[in-house]
């Protein structure tokens, strides 16, 4: 029978063991307690403001508000842009799962558009998740209350009460004004984006974009507290957001409302200003469109069909549109003729009609077949004797006739504070010879004495520069605004002084505007179709500026019948003036595409409403 054997146990080595083992442990936990301190070390002094901010975040949230855009008022008061509170869906990205899946469940709920997702995805695109993106504009009364009984099952997504832009007069004042838009993603480029944070809408064209920076104001915030859901609970701390400032426009809405109608069924402009001050009273072009449809949102379809319609309502002809001058040029052609000694008061030449430079030349018509007779610069003037100021023209040359068009604003910006002024053009052997590649001709200078040939100007320059002459040579930059209103305080734009035109012979002012006021009181004068006002005085000039080519007139004709000619084709009718004749406040430019007669009748229609004559009914 065997034994049963015992190990021996060998202490030492199992202390040595565990010693080794406990020391192994301590050295582990005295690393991972190590690693701990320096993470919190890392957490609590390094980036302690970056996470306590984040932390704070999870129970505060720090919202932008947008400030309420300044309005707009007329010189009397009367509102012309104004903010119309609407409810809006708005969603914020960054607390929805699944966009597609929710616009397509907000959509068994609340009409949504083609358009109202496009403009949702375009906007989605330039806005930072955590952004609120709107989805769709002014929900009616029942679009509120139907997502309101579905609220639970869009987290993210909410009604909201905002301010919208309106204008009440529609397309009466909407070159102007212009209109504001959804900010795209060139704008944020080039805008605050800290004071814009809040802001969908920025102005587009017009006094909204040319003053956008006065009327958008500063944006405000709102320290709100959130739930464990991100859902906002109260708000803690806010800093009110300071409203833009208030404009008041030179603009007489009872004006330009007379003037907005004068032009229905035709295509042109007006400019109607006090002369005395610059002070804009009226700016038409016309057709206009209803900027009320770029606040909510137009569609690629029809904002392509208004860009590419054939009458161009997009155009403002008012600052943008140049055009020959025709005939109104001449009373400025006049008074250098005067002023150079190229004329006196009683040169007197023979008109039979026509003028040739030299036996076998090009022969030159003047609109009236048989000619004049004897004409003077004053009778000329009145009867718009053509070969009196080719001759003028060819004595003076085009560099003195330059010159002083130059004086009078003429081929430059005015300086109106609108988008999209032209400067027109003031031809010259240099412009010819840059544009066209061509030499000056002698019978360049010629045609420019009638205001044909290159010359094209803008109707806010033609305002501008017969508003000079019946000051007598003052000369003020034309403008819009009258005043900035803020928190009940008022700042007023002062005119801006040009430097004068200024004549040698004071008296030749009083030569040329008699002979204008005769174009209104004359037997012959030409400004028949405007009438013969009996409670004030006007100096006018009348004019009618080819469309197509000289060539294509017959000769034995004084007058061309229009009606056979493609409507496109047919003469622009100009009338510029001032009135009363002694003291002028107001001064006008009207412009009439393709008719030959209705820019005088739409003058007066203007001038009456400005010297207080009652409208006829």
């Not at 061509?438 to 019978?443: M, S």
Request: glycine content about 8%; hydrophobic content about 40%; overall charge negative.
């Amino acid at each position: 029978m065997r034994s049963n054997q015992v190990a021996i146990k060998n202490h030492r080595e199992e202390i040595h063991l565990i010693s080794r083992r406990c020391f192994v442990s301590f050295l582990i936990t005295l690393i991972l307690v190590a690693l701990l301190i320096i993470r919190l070390i890392w957490l609590q002094c390094v980036h302690h403001e970056i996470f306590t901010t984040l932390s704070t975040k999870n129970w505060l949230d720090l919202v932008p508000v947008e400030p309420t855009r300044g309005l707009i008022y007329d010189r009397n008061g009367v509102l012309l842009a104004e903010n119309i509170p609407v409810f809006s869906l708005d969603m914020i990205p960054d607390k929805v799962s699944n966009i597609r899946k929710t616009l397509h469940q907000i959509r068994e709920i609340i009409p949504l558009t083609a358009n109202d997702l496009g403009q949702f995805h375009r906007q989605l695109k330039q806005h930072r998740r955590f952004d609120e993106v709107t989805i769709k504009l002014r929900l009616s009364e029942e679009d509120v209350a139907r997502f309101s009984e579905n609220q639970y099952r869009f987290p993210g997504v909410q009604v909201k009460a905002r301010l919208l832009r309106h204008y009440p007069f529609g397309k009466t004042f909407s070159h102007v004004l212009g209109y504001v838009g959804r900010i795209n993603i060139n704008e944020l480029r080039h805008i605050d984006p800290v004071n814009y944070s809040a802001t969908t809408y920025i102005g587009k064209s017009g006094i909204e974009k040319t003053h956008e920076l006065i009327l958008h104001g500063q944006v405000g915030y709102e320290q709100a507290e959130n739930d464990a859901s991100g859902e906002s609970i109260r708000v803690l701390n806010r800093i009110h957001p300071q409203p833009g400032k208030n404009l008041w426009l030179t603009l007489d809405s009872h004006l330009q409302t007379i003037a907005d109608n004068a032009f229905a069924g035709f295509r042109g402009a007006l400019v109607a200003l006090d002369p005395r001050s610059g002070e804009i009273l009226a700016l038409v072009s016309e057709p206009g469109y209803d900027p009320d449809i770029f606040v909510t949102g137009i569609s690629n379809t029809e904002y392509n069909a208004l860009q590419h319609a054939p009458d161009r309502p997009l155009y403002n002809r008012a600052v943008r549109g140049s055009y020959p001058p025709g005939s109104i040029i001449k009373p400025f052609i006049a008074l250098l003729g005067l002023d150079a000694e190229a004329a006196t008061p009683d040169t007197t030449i023979m008109d039979p009609g026509w003028f040739q430079l030299e036996e076998g030349g090009h022969i030159f018509h003047d609109w009236r077949r048989l000619g004049h007779g004897l004409v003077n610069i004053s009778r000329a003037i009145v009867v718009s004797c053509d070969i009196f100021f080719y001759q003028l023209a060819h004595h003076l040359g085009i560099e003195r006739i330059d010159d002083i068009l130059h004086e009078f604003g003429f081929g430059e910006l005015t300086g109106v504070d609108i988008t999209g002024e032209s400067p027109g053009i003031l031809a010259s052997p240099a412009w010819k010879r840059h544009f066209k590649n061509q030499p000056w001709y002698e019978g360049d200078t010629i045609i420019s004495g009638i205001g044909q040939g290159f010359m094209q100007f803008t109707p806010i320059q033609m305002a501008q520069g017969i508003g000079t002459i019946g000051a007598r040579g003052k000369h003020f930059q034309p403008h819009l605004v009258l005043a900035e209103e803020s928190e009940g305080s008022r700042i007023i734009h002062q005119p801006i002084d040009l430097p004068p035109v200024q004549l040698d012979h004071e008296e030749w002012w009083d030569t040329v505007i008699e002979a204008m006021h005769n174009v209104i009181q004359s037997r012959e004068g030409t400004g028949y179709h405007f009438g013969r006002p009996k409670t004030y005085t006007v100096a006018a000039k009348t004019g009618t500026a080819q469309v197509h080519s000289i060539h294509h007139r017959d000769p034995t004709k004084d007058h061309e019948d229009q009606s056979i000619l493609p409507e496109k084709l047919r003469d622009n009718s100009l009338f510029v003036g001032f009135a009363p004749v002694e003291n002028p406040k107001i001064a006008i430019a009207v412009i009439v595409e393709n008719d030959n007669a209705a820019a005088s009748v739409i003058a007066r229609k203007i001038m009456d409403a400005a010297m207080g004559v009652p409208e006829k009914i």
